[in-house]
């Protein structure tokens, strides 16, 4: 019973380490970043609700 649970738990190290390599990364680093895009622009921005402003708009 002793050896079957040191090698289960040998496997799982084994497999951990060939999924994710040595040393571990860290979870901060593997966050999505989402790229610029026009968005993000606030130049684009006013541009386009100065575009979409209508008649009944004050300003």
Same mark, same amino acid.
């Given at each position: 019973m002793l050896l079957?649970?040191?090698v289960a738990?040998?496997?799982?190290?084994a497999a951990r380490f060939l999924l994710e390599g040595? *040393?571990?990364r860290r979870h901060?680093? !593997?966050q999505?970043?989402? *790229?610029?895009g026009p968005?993000?622009? !606030?130049?684009f921005?006013?541009?386009i609700s100065k575009r979409?402003?209508?008649p009944d708009d004050p300003e």
């Open positions: 079957l649970a040191v738990v040998g496997s799982y190290y040595w *040393p571990r901060g680093e !593997d999505y970043v989402r *790229p610029f968005d993000d622009d !606030d130049e921005l006013s541009q979409n402003k209508g």
